[in-house]
């Protein structure tokens, strides 16, 4: 499978656990994007990660929710102490030549919380 | 701020007749606009991407067109595998991220 994976597909915590999404982008990407889809709402933009920086988190909420891209491995997206409000899908996206390519999503990890 | 409107929230055809789905944007400096499709559960699967006004692009029954405004998503002669929700997306010159419309739900009915 050539294409963007996340896993778990879908995730269900209680109120105060963490939650750990991950992303391997597509072969050959270099360059992650994560995007939250709040019910009956839009996907809305988070955070863009090279491996190993943070290029761009304007879109983070400012507490509990970090996101990383080590040097090996998956991109990891983490919520801490998760709320009721935290439930949504989140879509990870990459592309190959960053922020002007065009960006290839994943299929999505669906959270709720309890 | 970067808006994209999209209209109609939803719109239902019969298989076979043709329509538009409509993407107003504004936008400070526009690098791209892009057109997704998303299945229930899943994840958008890129379509198209747009550049400048006039510009022009079709895949099978789908051809994206864009204005200095707007975008259009005409689909000629519908199949119901076509029922999805299409997102539209604009990319700001100086910005990273993409701003996503609220999409339309279209359903084609056999």
């Known amino acids: 499978n050539a294409g963007v994976m996340q896993n778990p597909r879908h995730l269900v915590r209680r109120r105060g656990q963490e939650a750990r999404l991950r992303c391997s982008p597509m072969k050959g990407h270099s360059h992650v994007y994560w995007y939250r889809q709040l019910p009956e709402e839009g996907l809305k933009f988070m955070v863009y990660?090279?491996?190993?920086?943070?290029?761009?988190e304007s879109g983070m909420p400012k507490e509990r929710f970090s996101a990383e891209f080590p040097k090996e491995g998956p991109s990891i997206l983490r919520i801490q102490q998760v709320v009721r409000g935290d439930s949504a899908a989140y879509f990870c996206a990459s592309s190959l030549a960053g922020f002007t390519d065009t960006q290839y999503f994943g299929p999505g990890t669906r959270l709720t919380v309890l | 701020e970067d808006q994209v409107t999209q209209s109609p929230e939803a719109l239902r055809l019969q298989e076979g007749e043709s329509s538009s789905l409509n993407c107003s944007y504004t936008v400070s400096g526009l690098r791209g606009l892009f057109w997704y499709r998303q299945d229930p559960g899943k994840g958008p699967e890129f379509l198209f991407t747009l550049y400048s006004a006039g510009e022009e692009k079709e895949k099978e029954r789908l051809k994206a067109t864009l204005t200095k405004k707007e975008s259009f998503l005409h689909i000629t002669a519908p199949k119901p595998e076509d029922s999805a929700t299409y997102l539209c997306?604009?990319?700001?010159?100086?910005?990273?991220?993409?701003?996503f419309g609220g999409g339309t739900r279209l359903m084609v009915k056999p």
């Open positions: 990660l090279q491996k190993e920086n943070i290029i761009d």
């Open positions: 997306a604009v990319q700001a010159e100086a910005g990273n991220m993409l701003t």
